[in-house]
């Protein structure tokens, strides 16, 4: 042991460090690092997407033109009232509506309610380092889906999903699957299955520095034993550039994109795309969110 004169040095270096904390998240979240550098920011399409607030109400507006050169808008907006938050209320283009409310009845449970083109009520539960969900088409009555994540120690996490069909000639055990994730330091990985464990998918993701990460995603199956879905990376090195994304997958599509804050909360999004070295293929896009 080393002592100091300074009694306060003592009492620091004598004190045990707080023992590390044990996470827990939705098992669809459970290889997300990996999946949203892979695939977040990159779009062929030309949008633009306007937040503001009209008093309690936050109000979006996302507009987006098609190849044909026509613009299509869908107005949407959030609030809570009387403790119902409505994440979404939601008019689009081609006459349908969404509506996505959430209550939290109880300290750890939340509860939702999804309308689309179904309609499903849904749960969530965390207690502890166990996160449960679960959910149930009201509409149809036909289905009924749960998960369950568990954090068994620092870093990592365990879990699996299972749907079943309530009603029709496939009434029954329709799908299930497991995974596992493990973070420590820069890296980050994790493995879920697939096709009622035919499959099983693996994401990887390093951190270099703080400016430059990378990312892989594979597949492996009796049918093929690896398929490299994707490799990509991003670097944020360059602060009159942006945030620099680039990935190659298995199918000879090359992407890029680049992400910038070019006003005060005005980011925009510059992508594009080429299979091989065939420019005829070239797909661009470009997004503005403010």
């Known amino acids: 042991f080393f002592f100091s004169s300074s009694p306060i040095s003592n009492f620091i270096l004598l004190s045990p460090r707080p023992p590390p904390t044990i996470s827990t998240m939705k098992f669809n979240d459970i290889s997300k690092p990996s999946k949203d550098l892979l695939s977040d920011d990159y ?28 613009l299509s808008s869908k107005v949407g907006g959030k609030f809570a009232y009387a403790g119902l938050n409505f994440d979404k209320l939601q008019a689009k283009a081609d006459g349908s509506n969404v509506l996505e409310t959430s209550l939290v009845p109880m300290a750890g449970c939340k509860m939702t309610f999804k309308a689309n083109k179904g309609a499903d009520l849904g749960v969530e539960y965390t207690a502890g380092s166990v996160t449960t969900t679960g959910s149930l088409d009201v509409l149809n009555m036909s289905k009924l889906s749960t998960s369950t994540c568990i954090g068994v120690a620092p870093g990592i996490n365990v879990g699996g999903d299972l749907s079943y069909n309530i009603s029709g000639d496939k009434a029954g055990l329709s799908s299930y699957n497991i995974g596992a994730s493990y973070a420590t330091g820069p890296l980050f990985a994790s493995v879920t299955s697939a096709s009622k464990l035919s499959q099983f998918n693996v994401g990887v993701l390093y951190k270099v520095n703080s400016d430059l990460s990378l990312a892989s995603s594979t597949t492996h199956s009796s049918a093929k034993t690896c398929n490299v879905l994707a490799i990509g990376g991003s670097y944020s090195g360059l602060a009159n550039v942006g945030t620099i994304k680039a990935k190659v997958g298995s199918n000879g599509i090359t992407s890029a994109c680049v992400v910038r ?13 080429i299979s091989g070295a065939d420019f005829s293929t070239l797909k661009y896009g470009i997004g503005i969110t403010m």
């Open 43 to 70: 779009t062929n399409s030309m949008t633009l997407k306007c937040k503001g607030k009209a008093g309690p109400i936050g109000v979006t507006i996302e507009t987006e033109r098609s190849a044909a050169g026509t």
């Open 261 to 273: 804050e070019v006003a005060p909360k005005v980011n925009l999004t510059a992508s594009g795309s």
